[in-house]
């Protein structure tokens, strides 16, 4: 295979196996003499448990047991914890009821899990929970948003529903900023639910070792470290005793970050019976069991003087976390994504209040972006709401309220330092690509067909690849084979070849000689996973640094054996050579003489390896334009996506290829979350949408070819100068395609409507606007 450096569109080494079907996902591992775990599921949303009798399911043909809450607890088996119990503006810490593996007492939302069964096939299982018998005492249920001051309570413990109550910024310059007001934009909106669906369900195998103690843990997560560290905490384990490997994994998207009740479960079981035990979720029962994402209720109001110049911000949301706290649930609404409202604006004054609430809903968490695109698209709604209110156009404001590029670093009034970008090049770039000066002619176009269209804009930024730290390994074999453990898990992103790219950047070994090691806490003894799209920025930054490590050492004890000074050798092909003669010594030859003491400088410790750590300084900022062109059949309300333009910022490339890739990506799911997805519940808080029959997924049909190219400035905060890409194209997606939605339907008299905007709620909103419409003619 050929060997290809940073800054090439390689094609994905991963592919090859995927393709062919040889990929290895938790469901495919083979154990001998598993058990096959079912869950029973609560199908009530709120009810207490007046009894709950398992003795004709433990007679049950293939039975080996059934285990309940009550089993837990004589068991000592702890409850999930949440690792986000922030204080609020009072000063209190977040209300952090337990999470409890199996319920007890009482079922809080629909899915909730109150017995595990576990039998030799998975059909014995299912027919055996048929034969449990609960009776639930049903209770008035929180729904949602809407209800949560309706007099039903999740928590005794949280009057109102209130988890926490939250700010940041400062509210006095912001008060002072309105006073001076020559104008306001003010809006409401909802950031809607989201059932993440990722393409591989989620599933853990759990194997205990009678004889050692030693426990493992198979699971399909982003990051197997976390996972071991909090269920060995669950369950009591010495993590030193405690494996847990992440195989191949078909999509994370934030949900498979956290640890779940299954994971511990089937360890728990495992230990229990002798045997292995096996639990992989199916899609309906991953609608009622994976954290969703978003679920947020927005007020904002943005102060401008009389030239549409930016004052003051005031943001205050309300955001569903559901019936139990996910491990950064009560985070994502605050310190995750609140910091990025100030956008890319030079925004001097902005407040911030959050309300997390507890509802009898499945828990939230992170969803690509993790609280990123939540606030792109609050400010991105509002600056056009802005642009009306001003007067102005809608790219006009925006560059007139743009930090500039002279003025980088730039602290914004929320407290974060963008170290580089230039937003108005980007997006004088995304209008000219995709003709936002010809849009008039082409609206009278559609006009003459019928037709409604329209043109959007959005610029984003987000914070990522920070946070804490990551780490690497590197070693040469004697083979000549290059080793990677490193910490980070890839879940469709093409880790393995990008890692490739780097050591192939420096030792220019072909790709057939590199092997990276990912999701198994024994081939890598630290690890972060992947989230916060850090893969790069940080475990990208922490296997340069081993990379130069470990050529340091090479170059030094190639130059010991070659007797060569070290302006006299060269690096290239995967040996080293002096310079003008044909004089040489391979990476494996290295390898093998680092291995034997006898031929190493004196000291100098054996081995050709190293192990680094690298320690954000700081997060990226990636940003960028998305432009969306729309077309919409008022008679029908059916929105076709006729062009969507994108011009991104993250800073250094490693791999275009894949880098564009996950922008294709983000943008269809952002796309999704615009036009289609809705998450459902009705009063008795019952999942509605709970299958694909009902919860409507983006097709290949409604995302048109997206139009990337890039705009970029380097990061200064990483050795790679790269800034994450994985979530930017559901960042910036969702408000692009909405304002054009809007746009399109300006001419009907619409001013405002929320995601998704499916066929239904354009038609009403159409309807609904006529009388407004004709007034105005």
Same mark, same amino acid.
């Given at each position: 295979?050929?060997?290809? &450096?940073?800054?090439?569109?390689?094609?994905?080494?991963?592919?090859?196996?995927?393709?062919?079907?040889?990929?290895?996902?938790?469901?495919?591992?083979?154990?001998?003499?598993?058990?096959?775990?079912?869950?029973?599921?609560?199908?009530?949303?709120?009810?207490?448990? $007046?009894?709950?009798?398992?003795?004709?399911?433990?007679?049950?043909? =293939?039975?080996?047991?059934?285990?309940?809450?009550? @089993?837990?607890?004589?068991?000592?088996?702890?409850?999930?914890?949440?690792?986000?119990?922030?204080?609020?503006?009072?000063?209190? !810490?977040?209300?952090?009821?337990?999470?409890?593996?199996?319920?007890?007492?009482?079922?809080?939302?629909?899915?909730?899990?109150? $017995?595990?069964?576990?039998?030799?096939?998975?059909?014995?299982?299912?027919?055996?929970?048929?034969?449990?018998?609960?009776?639930?005492?049903?209770?008035?249920?929180?729904?949602?948003?809407?209800?949560?001051?309706?007099?039903?309570?999740?928590?005794?413990?949280?009057? &109102?529903?209130?988890?926490?109550?939250?700010?940041?910024?400062?509210?006095?310059?912001?008060?002072?900023?309105?006073?001076?007001?020559?104008? +306001?934009?003010?809006?409401?909106?909802?950031?809607?639910?989201?059932?993440?669906?990722?393409?591989?369900?989620?599933?853990?195998?759990?194997?205990?070792d009678a004889a050692t103690g030693d426990v493992t843990l198979y699971v399909s997560t982003q990051g197997p470290h976390g996972v071991r560290d909090v269920i060995a905490g669950v369950l009591d384990i010495d993590p030193a005793k405690f494996r847990c490997v992440s195989p191949d994994v078909g999509g994370g998207f934030g949900m498979k970050i956290f640890p779940y009740r299954e994971h511990a479960l089937v360890l728990w079981a495992a230990g229990k019976l002798g045997r292995p035990v096996k639990w992989i979720a199916e899609r309906g029962e991953s609608f009622v069991s994976d954290t969703q994402g978003r679920d947020h209720v927005s007020h904002a109001r943005l102060a401008l003087d009389a030239d549409g110049r930016?004052?003051?911000?005031?943001?205050?949301?309300?955001?569903?976390?559901?019936?139990?706290?996910?491990?950064?649930?009560?985070?994502?609404?605050?310190?995750?994504?609140?910091?990025?409202?100030?956008?890319?604006?030079?925004?001097? $004054?902005?407040?911030?209040?959050?309300?997390?609430?507890?509802?009898?809903?499945?828990?939230?968490?992170?969803?690509?972006?993790?609280? #990123?695109?939540?606030?792109?698209?609050?400010?991105?709604?509002?600056?056009?709401?802005?642009?009306?209110?001003?007067?102005?156009?809608?790219?006009?404001?925006?560059?007139?309220?743009?930090?500039?590029?002279?003025?980088?670093?730039?602290?914004?009034?929320?407290?974060?330092?963008?170290?580089?970008?230039?937003?108005?090049?980007?997006?004088? !770039?995304?209008?000219? #690509?995709?003709? /936002?000066? *010809?849009?008039?002619?082409?609206?009278?176009?559609?006009?003459?067909?019928?037709?409604? #269209?329209?043109?959007?804009?959005?610029?984003?930024?987000?914070?990522?690849?920070?946070?804490?730290?990551?780490?690497?390994?590197?070693?040469?074999?004697?083979?000549?084979?290059?080793?990677?453990?490193? &910490?980070?898990?890839?879940?469709?992103?093409?880790?393995?070849?990008?890692?490739?790219?780097?050591?192939?950047?420096?030792?220019?070994?072909?790709?057939?000689?590199?092997?990276?090691?990912? *999701?198994?806490?024994?081939?890598?003894?630290?690890?972060?996973?992947?989230?916060?799209? #850090?893969?790069?920025?940080?475990?990208?930054?922490?296997?340069?640094?081993?990379?130069?490590?470990?050529?340091?050492?090479?170059?030094?004890?190639?130059?010991?054996?070659?007797?060569?000074?070290? $302006? @006299?050798?060269?690096?290239? @092909?995967?040996?080293?050579?002096?310079? *003008?003669?044909?004089?040489?010594?391979?990476?494996?030859?290295?390898?093998?003489?680092?291995?034997?003491?006898?031929?190493?400088?004196?000291?100098?410790?054996?081995?050709?390896?190293?192990?680094?750590?690298?320690?954000?300084?700081?997060?990226?900022?990636?940003?960028?334009?998305?432009?969306?062109?729309?077309?919409?059949?008022?008679?029908?309300?059916?929105?076709?996506?006729?062009?969507?333009?994108?011009?991104?910022?993250?800073?250094?490339?490693?791999?275009?290829?894949?880098?564009? =890739?996950?922008?294709?990506?983000?943008?269809?799911?952002?796309?999704?979350?615009?036009?289609?997805?809705?998450?459902?519940?009705?009063?008795?808080?019952?999942?509605?949408?709970?299958?694909?029959?009902?919860?409507?997924?983006?097709?290949?049909?409604?995302?048109?070819?997206?139009?990337?190219?890039?705009?970029?400035?380097?990061?200064?905060?990483?050795?790679?100068? +790269?800034?994450?890409?994985?979530?930017?194209?559901?960042?910036?997606?969702?408000?692009?395609?909405?304002?054009?939605?809007?746009?399109?339907?300006?001419?009907?008299?619409?001013?405002?409507?929320?995601?998704?905007?499916?066929?239904?709620?354009? /038609?009403?909103?159409?309807?609904?606007?006529?009388?407004?419409?004709?007034?105005?003619?």
């Open positions: 295979m050929a060997k290809f &450096g940073i800054g090439q569109g390689m094609k994905r080494l991963e592919d090859q196996r995927f393709l062919t079907g040889t990929g290895q996902y938790t469901d495919d591992l083979p154990f001998d003499g598993a058990l096959k775990a079912f869950v029973l599921r609560s199908p009530v949303a709120h009810a207490d448990i $007046a009894s709950l009798d398992v003795s004709a399911a433990q007679r049950a043909p =293939g039975v080996k047991a059934v285990l309940t809450g009550a @089993d837990l607890a004589a068991d000592g088996v702890k409850p999930l914890p949440c690792g986000a119990l922030l204080k609020g503006r009072d000063g209190k !810490k977040a209300v952090g009821p337990d999470y409890p593996l199996l319920v007890t007492d009482r079922v809080r939302h629909v899915g909730d899990a109150v $017995a595990l069964i576990v039998a030799e096939t998975l059909d014995q299982a299912r027919d055996a929970a048929e034969l449990i018998d609960v009776e639930y005492v049903e209770l008035p249920a929180v729904p949602g948003l809407s209800a949560v001051d309706g007099g039903a309570t999740v928590w005794e413990a949280a009057p &109102g529903n209130l988890c926490l109550d939250w700010e940041t910024g400062d509210a006095a310059a912001v008060e002072a900023g309105f006073a001076k007001a020559a104008k +306001v934009a003010e809006l409401q909106l909802v950031n809607n639910r989201i059932v993440v669906n990722s393409i591989e369900p989620r599933g853990a195998v759990g194997v205990v930016f004052l003051a911000l005031s943001v205050d949301t309300k955001a569903d976390l559901g019936a139990y706290l996910s491990l950064y649930g009560p985070a994502i609404p605050t310190v995750a994504g609140s910091g990025m409202l100030a956008g890319l604006y030079a925004t001097p $004054a902005i407040h911030v209040r959050v309300r997390n609430y507890f509802t009898n809903t499945l828990p939230v968490d992170a969803y690509r972006g993790a609280g #990123r695109p939540e606030a792109a698209y609050l400010i991105e709604r509002l600056v056009d709401v802005a642009a009306k209110v001003a007067g102005l156009p809608r790219d006009e404001i925006r560059r007139r309220n743009f930090i500039p590029a002279s003025a980088m670093p730039f602290t914004t009034a929320l407290g974060e330092t963008y170290d580089s970008g230039d937003f108005a090049a980007h997006l004088d !770039k995304a209008l000219e #690509r995709a003709d /936002w000066a *010809g849009i008039d002619a082409r609206k009278a176009a559609s006009a003459k067909t019928g037709k409604l #269209r329209g043109i959007g804009i959005s610029t984003y930024v987000e914070a990522c690849g920070g946070g804490g730290p990551e780490w690497s390994d590197i070693r040469i074999e004697p083979d000549g084979t290059i080793v990677v453990p490193i &910490g980070t898990r890839s879940t469709g992103q093409g880790h393995e070849t990008a890692y490739t790219q780097l050591v192939s950047e420096t030792f220019g070994v072909d790709n057939d000689k590199v092997r990276i090691v990912q *999701g198994d806490t024994a081939a890598i003894e630290n690890g972060a996973g992947t989230d916060g799209s #850090r893969s790069l920025p940080a475990g990208g930054s922490a296997l340069h640094m081993a990379i130069q490590s470990v050529s340091a050492k090479a170059r030094m004890l190639a130059g010991y054996l070659l007797e060569a000074a070290d $302006a @006299d050798l060269e690096l290239a @092909d995967g040996k080293f050579t002096v310079v *003008g003669t044909d004089r040489s010594i391979t990476l494996g030859e290295l390898a093998a003489a680092a291995s034997d003491p006898a031929q190493m400088p004196e000291g100098i410790e054996p081995g050709l390896e190293a192990k680094e750590m690298y320690k954000p300084a700081a997060s990226t900022y990636p940003n960028g334009t998305h432009v969306c062109e729309v077309e919409i059949d008022p008679d029908t309300g059916i929105v076709d996506l006729v062009q969507f333009t994108v011009v991104d910022d993250f800073g250094e490339v490693v791999n275009p290829l894949l880098l564009e =890739g996950q922008v294709h990506g983000g943008v269809a799911q952002g796309v999704g979350q615009a036009l289609f997805e809705r998450t459902v519940y009705d009063e008795r808080a019952q999942l509605v949408t709970g299958s694909l029959m009902d919860y409507c997924l983006p097709r290949a049909d409604n995302v048109p070819p997206v139009d990337f190219s890039m705009s970029p400035t380097r990061c200064t905060t990483n050795p790679l100068g +790269v800034k994450g890409c994985g979530e930017a194209g559901a960042i910036g997606a969702p408000p692009a395609v909405i304002n054009a939605v809007l746009d399109a339907l300006a001419p009907a008299g619409v001013t405002d409507i929320d995601m998704p905007a499916t066929p239904d709620s354009i /038609w009403a909103a159409i309807q609904a606007a006529r009388p407004t419409a004709a007034a105005a003619e």
